[in-house]
Nanobody
Framework: VQLRESGGGLVQAGESLRLSCAVSEYTFAGYAVAWFRQGPGKEREFVAG????????NYPTSLKGRVAISTDNVQNTVNLEMNSLKPEDTAVYYC???????????????????WGQGTQVTVSS
């Protein structure tokens, strides 16, 4: 399973950005898919997760209300919308997938078997 992130770039504080995660030659059916990020000098942290089959989502309290994760069954992608971006949101954003079965899109990195290469998001003040 190969994951490919897209949509990163340089934005101004206060703007919005949409990231996408696509899977090659496969389907996300049955998977939990999550977004993590790693800022400069920081540990990788959980941003959002979703169960592909029923759309159940999970967000950390610190980001709830500013980010939204969703699935696109036509494009077979998992998307992350981020609003009101701040300079501290600057990070490499990674897509991760957990093989089925999954009961919940957890926040622990250990749940996820596959990782993309990441896409850089830079928020300027």
């Amino acid at each position: 399973v190969q994951l490919r992130e897209s949509g990163g770039g340089l934005v101004q504080a206060g703007e919005s950005l949409r990231l996408s995660c696509a899977v090659s030659e496969y389907t996300f059916a049955g998977y939990a898919v999550a977004w993590f990020r790693q800022g400069p000098g920081k540990e990788r942290e959980f941003v959002a997760g979703i169960l592909w089959n029923d759309g159940r989502t999970n967000y950390p309290t610190s980001l709830k209300g500013r980010v939204a994760i969703s699935t696109d069954n036509v494009q077979n992608t998992v998307n992350l919308e981020m609003n009101s971006l701040k300079p501290e949101d600057t990070a490499v954003y990674y897509c991760a997938a957990s093989s089925p079965p999954n009961l919940y899109p957890g926040a622990q990195r250990s749940q996820y078997d596959y990782w993309g290469q990441g896409t850089q998001v830079t928020v300027s003040s």
